[in-house]
């Protein structure tokens, strides 16, 4: 499986950005896919995820703000950022968890956030 993420960007305080998180390969080995954040000097985070099932979750502090959705005709899942804070500024990468074996994970798109 080979994820491709991008949509990052600079934005103001308040603002929006969507970020795409695009798959191929067997993709059909696929169980989540999530999307993670690591800041400079912190670790990594998961910021929400969602299922086969369409079940998602959500780190506290982007609950309401961020939401997670999918196309499965693409094999694309999307990050929609609304209300962006500064201390959202971060590398975000998309993971997909399979329901077999390793993990796969997609190359960081920079998504920073003035003030």
């Known amino acids: 499986v080979q994820l491709q993420a991008c949509g990052g960007g600079l934005v103001q305080a308040g603002g929006s950005l969507r970020l795409s998180c695009a798959a191929s390969?067997?993709?059909?080995?696929?169980?989540?896919i999530g999307w993670y954040r690591q800041a400079p000097g912190k670790q990594r985070e998961l910021v929400a995820g969602?299922?086969?099932?369409?079940?998602?979750n959500y780190a506290d502090s982007v609950k309401g703000r961020f939401t997670i959705s999918r196309n499965n005709a693409k094999d694309t899942v999307y990050l929609e950022m609304n209300n962006l804070k500064p201390e959202d500024t971060a590398v975000y990468y998309c993971?997909?968890?399979?329901?077999?074996?390793?993990?796969?994970w997609g190359q960081g798109t920079q998504v920073t956030v003035s003030s």
């Open positions: 390969g067997r993709t059909f080995s696929i169980n989540s």
């Open positions: 993971r997909a968890v399979p329901l077999r074996g390793t993990d796969y």
């Open positions: 969602i299922n086969s099932g369409g079940f998602t």
